[in-house]
């Protein structure tokens, strides 16, 4: 079973609604990770967030907005979004930010699909 | 953007046989990692090998690291149907991100 909880579990909207992904661990790691993923692709990095602050944002789209609220809670916040944005939307955590001091944990995702 | 890229893209065998995976990265690494995804699931952890390490075994796993070659194999012995999946190599090329290589689809056939 994952330690990493990601709500809801599939999603459907238009393209001129505001819904939110939401992401929670209770492991005590300090960084926290968004990732998409299309069909048979790997995960593409889009936010790192290390002690709750946005360390890494891959030029992500403004129509994704990550929040972090506390160290156990990651949000992706979606708004206007457009059809290619469709996918997996995975949720990671690690002790700390980056592969050094060991394993990413994930969450089942986040399937996003949108109209 | 991603690491590296992986090979083969797809890989399919008969239960009983080892399979082999190969990984190669672009940049210097701390560690590299190894990560197994069932369909439309999360992303699970297998094995970590760092720098300075030659060959990690965890179980039916066995994993070299070449960094002179900057690549990585991912050895999986005795398969069974139930490790059909698809497997990743992630690194952290820039020490506090984690970055997947393209991924193999692995099927294990009864």
């Known amino acids: 079973d994952t330690e990493v909880t990601q709500t809801p579990k599939h999603l459907v909207m238009g393209m001129t609604n505001k819904k939110s992904l939401k992401c929670e661990q209770h492991m005590g790691h300090r960084a926290m990770y968004w990732y998409k993923q299309k069909a048979k692709k790997p995960p593409e990095l889009m936010f790192v967030y290390s002690y709750e602050k946005l360390s890494i944002n891959e030029s992500v789209p403004s129509r994704f907005s990550p929040e972090c609220p506390n160290s156990s809670l990651l949000n992706l916040h979606l708004h206007a979004l457009q059809p290619e944005d469709s996918a997996l939307y995975l949720c990671?955590?690690?002790?700390?930010?980056?592969?050094?001091?060991?394993?990413?944990?994930f969450g089942e995702g986040s399937r996003l699909t949108v109209l | 953007s991603q690491q590296g890229e992986e090979d083969p893209q797809a890989l399919s065998i008969q239960e009983g046989e080892n399979a082999t995976m190969n990984c190669s990265y672009k940049?210097?690494?701390?560690?590299l990692q190894w990560y197994r995804q069932n369909s439309g699931r999360g992303l699970v952890h297998l094995i970590l090998?760092?720098?300075?390490?030659r060959e990690k075994h965890s179980g039916r796993l066995r994993v070299t690291l070449d960094t002179s070659k900057k690549s990585s194999s991912l050895l999986i012995t005795a398969s069974r149907a139930a490790d059909t999946a698809s497997y990743f190599c992630?690194?952290?090329?820039?020490?506090?991100?984690?970055?997947f290589g393209a991924g193999t689809r692995l099927t294990v056939k009864p």
């Open positions: 990671a955590s690690s002790r700390f930010a980056g592969g050094a001091d060991g394993e990413l944990f």
């Open positions: 992630a690194t952290d090329p820039n020490n506090n991100d984690m970055r």
């Open positions: 090998i760092r720098s300075n390490e």
């Open positions: 940049t210097s690494i701390n560690n």
